[in-house]
C-alpha cells in the first residue's frame, strides 16, 4: 500500500508576519530609490529639469501674455 507524503504544516500566524514583512520591504525599497539620492544628485535633476523647461519655453510660437 502507497501512502502520500502529507502536507506541510504551517503556522498562519508567521506565514501572514511574513506576508506582511515582504510587503514593508519591497515599500521600503521603492523609498530608498525614490528618496535615497544625494543634494548634489537632487541639485542635477532640478538644474536638468530647468534647462529643458527654458528650452520648452523659448521654442513657444505665440508666448502667452498670461505666463508672463
Do not use: C, H, W
Request: overall charge positive; aromatic content about 2%.
Amino acid at each position: 500500500m502507497y501512502l502520500k507524503p502529507m502536507a506541510e504544516i504551517i503556522n498562519l500566524r508567521i506565514a501572514r508576519k511574513a506576508r506582511a514583512r515582504a510587503t514593508k520591504d519591497a515599500a521600503a525599497s521603492a523609498n530608498r530609490v525614490q528618496f535615497g539620492r544625494s543634494g548634489q544628485d537632487k541639485r542635477a535633476a532640478r538644474d536638468e529639469q530647468a534647462r529643458l523647461d527654458r528650452t520648452l519655453d523659448g521654442a513657444r510660437r505665440d508666448p502667452d501674455p498670461k505666463l508672463d
